[in-house]
């Protein structure tokens, strides 16, 4: 799993489109720029807008998202109410923008699975094997779960009821940019997979991985 972005906006701007339709931009800490369109139940003058704007890159700008919403929810009573609508639009918009691609999964070498005698003996389990590549929703959804523990952990097939794959092991590890899990690696292979040699590689991996990412 790619390392997930920080849901993290340095500036927001609005820009009327029509009547209660507007552009919401946002920056990401790192020049990523994000567009989307909301629609309210009220109408905003573009100066209305611009306070909007004000107020959230004074106050809010470089904290997560989720610290945005749950600051503005407490100080809502003490703003506009039509404004605080707006704003509260805006943190949701801006939350889906900031995390919508950061489940992007990186699949390499599920060609070697050719030459497992396992797979190539049952080429209805390979096939088995390359459905699932093609669904990244549920490698996602492993990963995930991968990324909540500690150090390197072993699926095992069906034993683990997380592998949707009966004749598939997945020996993973969770990876850190400075101290914090962004992302997770794994390697894919049969049941019978040499456990002790996959551990080693997958923790090395890692640790690589992480070392590298925390020194850029």
């Not at 807008?49 to 890159?57: M, W």
């Not at 797979?119 to 990324?147: C, H, N, P, W, Y």
Request: hydrophobic content about 40%; charged content about 25%; glycine content about 6%.
């Amino acid at each position: 799993m790619a390392p997930r972005r920080s849901p993290v906006f340095r500036h927001i701007e609005f820009l009327r489109l029509s009547d209660r339709r507007y552009l919401v931009i946002i920056v990401s800490p790192d020049g990523d720029v994000q567009n989307r369109v909301i629609f309210t139940e009220s109408d905003y003058t573009q100066d209305q807008l611009l306070t909007a704007a004000n107020f959230l890159n004074a106050n809010y700008a470089g904290m997560a998202i989720e610290q945005v919403r749950e600051k503005l929810q407490n100080e809502v009573e003490s703003l506009r109410g039509e404004i605080a609508t707006l704003m509260k639009a805006a943190v949701q918009v801006s939350s889906e923008a900031l995390t919508q691609s950061q489940d992007d999964v990186v699949i390499s070498g599920e060609r070697n699975l050719l030459s497992v005698s396992d797979f190539t003996s049952d080429m209805g389990q390979l096939r088995r094997a390359f459905d699932l590549f093609e669904q990244k929703a549920q490698l996602i959804r492993l990963l995930d779960v991968s990324a909540q523990a500690e150090g390197v952990r072993i699926y095992i097939g069906g034993e683990s009821q997380i592998v949707p794959v009966e004749e598939l092991s997945v020996v993973s590890s969770p990876y850190e940019v400075d101290g914090q899990v962004v992302g997770t690696l794994g390697v894919i292979g049969p049941t019978r997979m040499p456990y002790d040699r996959m551990i080693q590689i997958v923790d090395i991996t890692a640790k690589l991985v992480s070392n590298a990412l925390s020194h850029k």
